[in-house]
């Protein structure tokens, strides 16, 4: 009788113990999903406020941080016009940061549509990696080697020791410091054109002849310097190469995929271009304060791309 009673008490006991261990393994799973990450999971926090910049889904950063972040940024944007957001993750899973950070960056429509001057830094935290993702617009004030430059020298020995909070503040602190001068010397230079006296009209003249015909002659040069790509590896010109081109469906748009090889260092670039002509997505951020979605305030980005450009570092 009592061998019975201890045979049906230690089945209980195993089958208590059986659920006690499933329960705990759907919840470390479920804890382990939430922290992953997909382009369509990563809210816009400009839907919430357009002085909203900072996507911490996980509270990796602190809320001081997140503040003085979104305040740097909304400043930026008064004083440039150029539209930024930070994204900072725990995991996006096994997704290229590269390729996770265009998508984003074209769905969100971050920069202005006529100038494509939107900024957007991905921070992965099981990946090791920053990104600096740049729209077309914005590659002539930050070049892929001053995004490389403030990466390794302002950010990446924070990010070494833990210091998540320290390594983004130094990060757009350089970037304001970088943006905003090159606006501010573009506004210098425009305020300080102004008319002379009249009195030698045919000097003035030759000399405005003059000084167009050489701007034109440098525009062209430096048009025709640029058709020539720069490797961002080890930054010479005329040696990407490409060696393969291939289009493919995604959410339900065709993507043209290019890989060109550095003939100097071997370095490889991959480039992702939309080549179909539904801007269906973008045209969402341009419905006004809902920007497309479902918010009683804030607004959406101004519909600008990106070629992918910028640059991404690890530690």
Known sequence: MNLLRHSVLSAELHRITAVI??????????????????????SNPRLENTSFHVSDPASLL???????????????????GI???????????????????????????????????????????????IRFHTGYGLEGELP?????????????????????????????????ERLAAEGKSESD????????????????????????VLIFAVAAGVMLWNLFEKCPNCGRRKTLKKISEKERKKHHHTYLEEVKRCSYCGYEVKRSYKIDDDDDDNDSFLSGSTGGFSSSSGGSFGGGSSGGGGASSRW
């Not at 261990?21 to 990450?37: N, P």
């Not at 305020?191 to 405005?208: E, G, K, N, P, Q």
């Open 83 to 129: 539209q930024s957001a930070v994204v900072v993750l725990p995991s996006v899973g096994d997704s290229d940061v590269f390729e996770f950070s265009q998508e984003l960056f074209r769905k969100w429509g971050i920069g202005q549509r006529d100038k494509n001057d939107g900024l957007l830094l991905t921070y992965v935290e099981d990946q090791h990696i």
């Open 144 to 176: 892929d080697a001053v995004c490389k430059r403030i990466q390794q020298q302002k950010m990446i020995h924070f990010f070494k020791e833990g210091k998540i909070n320290e390594g983004m503040r130094a990060g757009i602190d350089a970037l304001y």
């Open 189 to 212: 230079d425009e305020s300080s054109v102004a008319d002379s006296d009249d009195d030698d009209f045919l000097i003035t003249l030759v000399t405005i002849i003059a000084t167009v």
């Open 62 to 80: 602190t809320h001081d941080t997140v503040s003085y972040l979104n305040e740097k940024l909304t400043q930026l944007e008064k004083d440039t």
């Open 21 to 42: 261990f499933a329960l705990s393994l759907i919840f470390t799973l479920s804890a382990f999903a939430s922290d992953f990450y997909t382009v369509d999971t990563v």
